[in-house]
């Protein structure tokens, strides 16, 4: 068979990994191939609900605008849904209370959109939706342990039941085509180099960011506001944040973080302590007029990595890497779903392009590219962050230059509507990183000064 994933030869496709990327690539296979087999780990859970396979998904997750377009294309009425099952939409500025950089945000009209609500859910909706369709097939409670094949091709996968009591005996699944999705932790590079072949370079950026969450009830008294959450963001000069976001249900998402050294802690009332870090008490007082109704839980692995399958190497045709297991990053920029959802149209326009043979090596370019916007900003704003390390961390030629333009939009996001537009529509994943140099934006972030911002947290929306 040749370098081909195209439709005519590829008859079976294991996806490695049954959470968002490996869902969404099942998804688009079905449209090529004969029978797609989802992978997966864990024993799903029924509903929507936390499991060990995923553990970030105690953490807070949004869904932002580039993330829901994408959702929406591939499972059309997607995000209508989440809205139906109570996760809340969140106008941005409007909605929120956020400081960053010393200013407090106006709350003038939302420009961009997010959904909050449980990780959990949006997940289990996903899998609803792309179960339903009989080409899909989930394997549940069975590992990955390695690939068939040989440097030149891949021909399936090696599996092991997980679980008390059952037979560990690995077996083979024959596939045409072999998509990992198993996520940051992929074994991907052992796997390659068990049938000869060559693990791609790892680029690494690693600020040492710690999360450690819980869950609260509604806070009783306190100042009457209508916001929906509040948002401390970590800089350079100040490096603790903290996020208190509604989860649709009553109940709230409280998320502190710290660096390495000072990680936010898990044990019972030091979480709450911690939260004095903080630039300023409005999250540490919402936090003591709110029952807890969780333990806390931690999370450490946070690093950006991004496995460049692009680059020349002895690699097998027949594979290919999407989502956290081909690129992930810092969770704080709330990317990680939503790229996922980008690698699959990605991945769909990629098999459709009548232009195109659509080789190993051109869909995995595909699926890097659509990656690389949300690299350059998580890579870019880290490698500022104290202590950063990794390949990633060493300043390129245009890093100056751009990190000073950058801090120019950065001291005037808060106050100005259109450059904090601009800026929301390039981070939200749905405007080119250039649109931040058009000349209605550079004129303001040149010449304009920066607008004036609330001194305190501003409790009301703006009329
Ligand atoms: C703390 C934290 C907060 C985050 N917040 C946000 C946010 O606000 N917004 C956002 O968009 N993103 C966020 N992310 C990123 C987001 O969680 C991921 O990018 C997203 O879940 C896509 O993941 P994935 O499907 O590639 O991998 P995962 O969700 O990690 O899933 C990998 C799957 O593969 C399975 N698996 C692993 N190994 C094997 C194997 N050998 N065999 C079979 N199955 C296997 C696992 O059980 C799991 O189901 C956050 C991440 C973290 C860590």
């Given at each position: 068979?040749?370098d081909?994933l195209g439709?005519?030869?590829?008859?079976h496709?294991v996806?490695?990994?049954?959470?968002?990327?490996?869902?969404?690539?099942a998804r688009?296979?079905?449209?090529h191939?004969?029978?797609v087999?989802?992978?997966?780990?864990?024993?799903?859970?029924?509903?929507?609900?936390?499991?060990?396979?995923?553990?970030q998904?105690?953490?807070?997750h949004?869904l932002?605008?580039?993330?829901?377009?994408?959702?929406?294309e591939l499972?059309?009425?997607?995000?209508?849904e989440?809205?139906?099952?109570?996760a809340?939409k969140?106008?941005?500025p409007?909605?929120?209370?956020?400081?960053?950089?010393?200013r407090?945000f106006?709350?003038?009209a939302a420009?961009a959109?997010?959904f909050?609500g449980?990780?959990a859910?949006?997940?289990?909706?996903?899998?609803?939706?792309?179960?339903?369709d009989?080409?899909?097939e989930?394997?549940?409670?069975?590992?990955t342990?390695g690939?068939t094949?040989d440097?030149?091709?891949?021909?399936?996968?090696?599996?092991r039941?997980?679980?008390?009591g059952?037979?560990?005996?690995?077996?083979t699944?024959?596939a045409?085509?072999v998509v990992?999705?198993?996520?940051?932790?992929?074994?991907?590079?052992?796997?390659?180099?068990?049938i000869?072949?060559?693990a791609p370079?790892e680029?690494?950026?690693?600020?040492?960011?710690?999360?450690?969450?819980?869950?609260?009830?509604s806070p009783v008294?306190?100042?009457?506001?209508?916001?929906?959450?509040?948002?401390?963001?970590?800089n350079?000069?100040?490096?603790?944040?903290g996020?208190?976001?509604?989860?649709?249900?009553g109940?709230?998402?409280?998320?502190?973080s710290?660096?390495?050294?000072?990680?936010?802690p898990?044990?019972?009332?030091?979480f709450?302590e911690?939260a004095?870090?903080?630039?300023?008490?409005?999250i540490?007082d919402?936090?003591a007029?709110a029952?807890?109704e969780?333990p806390v839980?931690?999370f450490?692995?946070?690093?950006n990595v991004r496995r460049?399958?692009d680059?020349?190497?002895?690699?097998?045709?027949?594979?290919?890497?999407?989502?956290?297991?081909l690129?992930?990053f810092?969770?704080?920029?709330g990317?990680?779903?939503?790229v996922a959802?980008?690698?699959?149209?990605?991945?769909?326009r990629?098999?459709?392009?009548?232009?195109?043979?659509p080789?190993?090596?051109?869909?995995?370019r595909?699926?890097l590219?659509?990656?690389r916007q949300a690299?350059?900003?998580?890579?870019?704003?880290d490698?500022?962050?104290?202590?950063?390390?990794?390949?990633?961390?060493?300043p390129?030629?245009l890093?100056?230059?751009?990190?000073?333009?950058?801090?120019?939009?950065?001291?005037?996001?808060?106050?100005d509507?259109?450059?904090g537009?601009?800026?929301?529509?390039?981070s939200?994943?749905?405007a080119?990183?250039?649109?931040?140099?058009?000349p209605?934006?550079?004129?303001?972030?040149l010449?304009?000064?920066?607008?004036?911002?609330?001194?305190?947290?501003?409790?009301?929306r703006?009329?």
């Amino acid at each position: 068979m040749a370098d081909d994933l195209g439709r005519r030869t590829t008859r079976h496709a294991v996806v490695i990994g049954g959470s968002l990327a490996g869902l969404l690539a099942a998804r688009v296979l079905a449209e090529h191939a004969e029978k797609v087999t989802v992978v997966e780990r864990d024993r799903l859970p029924e509903g929507p609900e936390a499991r060990p396979g995923v553990p970030q998904g105690r953490h807070l997750h949004v869904l932002i605008e580039g993330g829901q377009q994408a959702l929406d294309e591939l499972l059309p009425g997607f995000t209508d849904e989440l809205g139906k099952l109570g996760a809340p939409k969140m106008g941005i500025p409007r909605d929120m209370v956020q400081w960053q950089n010393g200013r407090w945000f106006r709350r003038s009209a939302a420009t961009a959109h997010f959904f909050t609500g449980p990780r959990a859910q949006l997940e289990w909706l996903v899998r609803q939706r792309v179960l339903a369709d009989p080409r899909v097939e989930l394997v549940e409670g069975v590992e990955t342990v390695g690939l068939t094949g040989d440097s030149s091709r891949v021909r399936g996968v090696r599996l092991r039941e997980r679980g008390a009591g059952v037979d560990k005996k690995t077996r083979t699944l024959a596939a045409d085509l072999v998509v990992d999705a198993s996520g940051r932790s992929t074994k991907a590079a052992d796997w390659l180099a068990d049938i000869g072949a060559e693990a791609p370079h790892e680029e690494t950026l690693e600020t040492g960011l710690a999360y450690a969450t819980r869950v609260y009830g509604s806070p009783v008294g306190g100042p009457d506001t209508d916001a929906l959450g509040y948002y401390v963001v970590p800089n350079p000069s100040q490096v603790y944040g903290g996020v208190v976001l509604p989860l649709g249900d009553g109940r709230h998402l409280v998320t502190l973080s710290g660096l390495r050294g000072d990680e936010p802690p898990v044990e019972e009332g030091a979480f709450e302590e911690y939260a004095k870090r903080l630039p300023h008490p409005v999250i540490g007082d919402w936090l003591a007029r709110a029952e807890p109704e969780s333990p806390v839980y931690g999370f450490r692995k946070t690093a950006n990595v991004r496995r460049r399958y692009d680059r020349p190497g002895r690699r097998p045709a027949g594979f290919l890497a999407t989502g956290d297991a081909l690129c992930a990053f810092n969770p704080i920029y709330g990317q990680g779903m939503a790229v996922a959802a980008l690698n699959a149209v990605a991945l769909r326009r990629a098999l459709a392009d009548p232009g195109r043979t659509p080789t190993t090596r051109v869909v995995q370019r595909a699926l890097l590219d659509s990656s690389r916007q949300a690299w350059d900003i998580s890579a870019g704003a880290d490698k500022k962050m104290p202590g950063a390390t990794g390949d990633a961390a060493n300043p390129g030629p245009l890093d100056r230059a751009v990190g000073w333009y950058l801090g120019r939009v950065q001291q005037r996001v808060a106050g100005d509507p259109a450059v904090g537009a601009a800026f929301r529509a390039v981070s939200n994943l749905t405007a080119p990183l250039t649109s931040l140099f058009a000349p209605s934006v550079a004129r303001a972030v040149l010449f304009g000064p920066p607008v004036e911002t609330p001194a305190e947290p501003p409790l009301r929306r703006e009329a």
